[in-house]
């Protein structure tokens, strides 16, 4: 039994929040493969959720689900060399990511996590806090105009708030475009190449006119031209004068240097990061803050617990970044709220050579998956893995949890480089929201976690808005 069992708190509520109940028998071949593709979490066999390692084989797939620390760690980490990135996981992403961060591998990734690792150094987060708190002040003045007690889709609402911050953080809203039209075309773009179609996963080429491409290619016109003008654009302007350039994450991938090589990112490596960035960087934290707002509505005393700890912030001014560590209940809850519901369910790798994985022998070729959903509601690594239990994440038990049962944000070198921005960004709309609104689920309202590329509410989460 893990230490993170044996550290868990005492149980005050026994109610389970949302999620499919896992079949006792799941299904076989196409069953399984159609199964996978309605939503992947609701596939997994109730013995899944007690097995270290899990290996599916048959004509159709060659498949090793890995949920033992130990394995992870090695897929990760120790071995990490022997695994690439999922073959699927790449066809779906690379058409609309390019070559950035997420998708590159080898020379090409080292070369940019290493070039754009101090664009997100704390120095610099702490600098996006205020345009994290102003764009929260803006999605509640607009909630403020809303008759009293209307009801919202929460999910849309961070979606739609989470996309303003990453703008302003990345080009300082300085694209030419309508931001309405912007935000509907990354939408679209997100939506078409981003979910990849069939014909892509069938490596069908790139001139076959599919109707999803067909619907997609203004939009990808619109956009990339647009993005481009940004970047020439600012390329420009830190040339005739470095210091008028806005201090944004587009100006920090245009001048960062390799610390080894004194080189520089080209065009299209910046072009296909800043994609990368709103990609990775905007649904990922909508759905964080979408499942933690739905939890605090189904635990109003976890509600209470956090308003209270809310109430010693002053008044009269935002959230700030140096008001972060004073608010350990508003992390604590974000925490339980990511492993529940983690934003990105699945990590998929490829192996390049055989391996052995807890005993089990991997061959070349194997898709290796790592669960964030499966190893966050393991039987063996968590108590009670079902119920919603902040207390876990409580400073004196944190260091209980074994670095590869809790993966959010991935682990390793390819662990997500956005990682402290996404919780400096979640700690103020929380903060920022909860001191002020109460959100409640619609009674009777069926939510239903749904697995892709990330874990959204089925249909969204209509909740009642009200004023504190
Ligand atoms: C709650 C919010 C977020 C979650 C849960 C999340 C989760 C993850 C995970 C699990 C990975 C690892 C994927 C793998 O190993 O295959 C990852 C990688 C990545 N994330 Fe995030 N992410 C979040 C927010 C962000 C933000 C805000 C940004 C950028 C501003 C970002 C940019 C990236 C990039 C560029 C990578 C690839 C890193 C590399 O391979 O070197 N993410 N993220």
Redesign the pocket.
Known sequence: MSEAVLASPFIFDHRRPAAPVPPAHPPRGFGFIRSVRNNPIAAIGVRAYEQPILRIRNMLVDLCVVSDPVAIKRV?LDNVDNYR?GAQQQVRLKPALGN???TAEGAS?RFQ?RTAAPVFQHRRLVGFAGAMAAATNDMLARWEALPAASEVDVAGEMMRLTYDI?TRTVFSNEVRADQQKMAAAIQIYFDTIGRGDIASILGLPDWIPTPTRRRAAPVLAFFRSELQQALAARRARIQADRDSAPDDLLTSLLTARDTDTGEGLSDSEVYDNVV??IG??HE??AN?MAWTFYLLSEFPWAAEKLVNELRALPEDRDVTAADLPNLPYARMVLEES?RLY???PF??RQALAADRLSGVPVRKGTAVVIS?WLLHRHRTLWREPELFMPERFAPERRDAIARFAY????GGP??????A??MQ??MIMLATIARRWRLTLRPGYDVIPQASITLRPRGGLPMKLERR
């Open positions: 990760l990135k950035g961060l997420l990734w996590r990453i990368t960035f990775a960087g990922t934290t964080a990511m983690p934003p990105a990590i998929a964030p993966l959010p944000f991935g390819r662990i997500c480089i956005g990682m921005f996404a960004e979640a």
